[in-house]
């Protein structure tokens, strides 16, 4: 029975596809290479980060990729990123059942803790996991180990995201996993995985209530 929910950040509780298609654009511009439209980035965005920068035509014999995501970061800044109000809702109503959650994000902890404090977030969650330096690696090792500390059983984890990455970090773990297409990857490429797909976070107590 699942009594713990691992949400993803962005994308997943925050709202920020358009945001993040807007600070692509603005790094292609300053190196002349066009654009993109918000349906193309959700459509093809790919891991790792290097080969997207690449797809779109940054040259990364030149460029690094941690400096890329600091410039992506700061361009994100720029422009309001709400939290979707159906997760603002589901996170309440999860609280209320009594539902254990955590946050796990390749953000940086500093910023992670910033910006779900910043929009009255952070009292939902037993655990905000972010990162302890500037790397990029994946969050999968991060997410078992936790669970081990805690002796947490991952058949009784759900993890929430909106990337492939998030699904292959929930087989890692061996937890089920729902993919919801409003974030950074569009239904086709999510669906390819074979996770569970929802449309919004407004479905996820009826979900869980299916899965008992």
Not at 54 to 79: H, N, P, T, Y
Not at 118 to 127: H, L, N, T
Not at 134 to 150: F, I
Request: glycine share 6%; hydrophobic share 40%.
């Amino acid at each position: 029975m699942i009594h713990t929910i691992i949400w993803d950040f962005n994308g997943t509780v925050l709202n920020d596809r358009a945001s993040s298609t807007e600070a692509v654009n603005r790094m292609m511009a300053r190196r002349a290479l066009g654009s993109i439209t918000e349906e193309w980035y959700a459509a093809n965005l790919i891991m790792p980060l290097e080969a997207f920068y690449e797809s779109v035509g940054f040259d990364m014999r030149i460029e690094r990729i941690e400096r890329l995501s600091e410039e992506f970061q700061q361009e994100c800044a720029k422009v309001e990123r709400p939290i979707f109000p159906e997760v603002r809702a589901a996170l309440e109503k999860l609280q209320k059942k009594g539902y254990r959650q955590l946050l796990f994000s390749s953000l940086h902890q500093s910023i992670l803790e910033k910006q779900a404090q910043e929009r009255g977030i952070s009292g939902y969650f037993e655990k905000i996991m972010g990162r302890s330096d500037r790397s990029l690696g994946s969050k999968e090792a991060a997410a078992k180990a936790y669970l081990e500390e805690k002796k947490i059983d991952p058949k009784c984890v759900l993890f929430v995201g909106d990337l492939t990455t998030d699904w292959e970090m929930a087989e890692y773990v061996g937890s089920p996993c729902v993919l919801i297409p409003k974030g950074h990857q569009d239904e086709k490429r999510l669906s390819s995985t074979g996770a569970y797909i929802l449309k919004d976070a407004s479905a996820l107590l009826a979900f869980l209530e299916e899965l008992k």
